[in-house]
């Protein structure tokens, strides 16, 4: 399992309407850009699904990843 996981929710809105995708490191605050002009917030989430399946994280590791990027903001 690796360091990193994509993810995006509903309010991750570009100003043109279309959903973006980011990438959360684990323990580190924050996300970065990872890609954007998915057209529903469902597409991005699946394209988000997908790659992180690729990099062979269950969908609950991936949210453990997450999660951990935003605690880390907190500290």
């Known amino acids: 399992m690796g360091d990193t996981a994509l993810h995006t929710d509903a309010s991750m809105v570009d100003s043109d309407g279309t959903y973006k995708v980011v990438v959360s490191t684990r323990n580190v605050p924050g996300y970065a850009p990872w890609n954007s002009g998915w057209p529903t917030a469902e597409a991005a989430r699946a394209y988000a699904d997908e790659h992180n399946a690729k990099l062979g994280l269950t969908p609950d590791q991936a949210r453990e990843i ?10």
Do not use: E, K, V
């Not at 997450?66 to 500290?75: E, G, K, L």
């Open 66 to 75: 997450i999660a951990s990027s935003m605690a880390a903001q907190r500290r």
